[in-house]
């Protein structure tokens, strides 16, 4: 499975998670390759998405939901392995 596989707006599972605020599944998609740094065909990445700055993909509900928590864990995953 490419766990950075894109639909036709260029969101891949990564943007997905942090739309519903899934930790969980965002530290598994890490631990399995994903590119933390994942840009949508508009220039979002995942922490955008997590900020409610990507809108909320159709989702009723969704559109401008923060999710500080999940932005900031996504923030930790894309610092370098020191």
């Known amino acids: ?18 739309l519903q605020g899934y930790d969980e599944v965002i530290k598994s998609l890490a631990s399995h390759s994903a590119d933390m740094h994942a840009m949508d065909n508009e220039g979002f990445t995942a922490v955008d ?26 923030r930790d995953l894309m610092q370098p392995a020191q």
């Open 1 to 18: 499975m490419d766990v950075n596989a894109r639909d036709a707006q260029g969101r891949t599972a990564l943007h997905g998670a942090a």
């Open 49 to 74: 998405t997590a900020m409610g700055l990507a809108g909320g993909f159709g989702f009723s509900g969704q559109e401008g939901v923060v999710r500080e928590e999940t932005a900031a864990l996504l």
